[in-house]
């Protein structure tokens, strides 16, 4: 049992799946998990134990932004022993070539965040980047799937209203879309020689305006999480 994870021990699997809307974590282990089991109720940071085609898996809510994943990632891998942390999130769209519910692979994370300052101090710029083993593995399943996926550099910012970001020129570089959370789920697998990917739903687009409700965020976008229950299920 950790501070924020109300779960005894053994209760959470090695490989967990990570949305940051507690009612998406309901919804993907009511929907895919057989005889699922919620450990976690603290903060209403849902989390429930289950199986997937015969392999255990977990589904933690974290919330949204740095702060809060870190909290959830730290605590899962310091308390609980998990392994392989595979978030299924939502990100906005920013290149011209990205379209809403499109599915994106997180390859490295571009940040404003000062967790990478904090951490290494001035002067060296760390480059947060998934498990290139999940990444394959989540090509490869979603080629399988014939699945259309976009690989490659999002953004992890601190903050959702920033009208003070340059995204265009971020857009120019080839960042393909932007979110609050993957830079410090990577950075933290990095420190604790942990595995991490981020499998996102563009859930708006921040360019075009193209938006979906919060009913489809919470409980839609099966696409992302077929890809991550299929990944989780090999790790």
């Not at 977990?58 to 899962?76: D, F, H, K, R």
């Not at 769209?93 to 000062?114: E, K, M």
């Not at 992890?156 to 932007?178: C, P, Q, S």
């Amino acid at each position: 049992m950790s501070t924020h994870i109300d779960a005894p021990a053994g209760a959470i699997a090695d490989v967990v799946l990570l949305p940051g809307d507690p009612l998406r974590a309901q919804y993907i282990a009511e929907t895919y998990l057989t005889k699922p089991v919620r450990y976690n109720t603290v903060r209403n940071a849902f989390g429930y134990t289950g199986e997937y085609a015969g392999r255990r898996i977990s589904v933690q809510a974290t919330g949204m932004g740095i702060p809060s994943i870190s909290i959830y990632a730290t605590e899962l891998i310091q308390d609980y022993g998990v392994q392989t942390l595979i978030r299924v999130g939502t990100a906005g769209g920013l290149g011209p070539d990205v379209h809403v519910r499109d599915v994106v692979l997180a390859q490295g994370s571009t940040t404003d965040s000062s967790i990478i300052l904090n951490t290494f101090g001035a002067g060296m710029y760390f480059a947060p980047l998934a498990d290139f083993g999940l990444l394959h593995a989540a090509y490869d399943l979603a080629g399988d799937s014939h699945l259309p996926v976009q690989v490659g550099n999002v953004l992890g910012e601190d903050r959702f209203y920033n009208d003070e970001m340059d995204r265009h020129k971020l857009i120019k570089y080839g960042v393909l879309a932007t979110e609050m959370e993957t830079p410090a789920l990577y950075l933290l697998a990095a420190k604790y020689h942990r595995r991490a990917l981020s499998i996102l739903t563009v859930s708006n687009h921040l360019v075009t305006g193209e938006e979906t409700t919060a009913a489809e965020r919470q409980t839609s976008f099966d696409d992302m999480i077929k890809l991550g229950l299929a990944v989780a299920k090999q790790a």
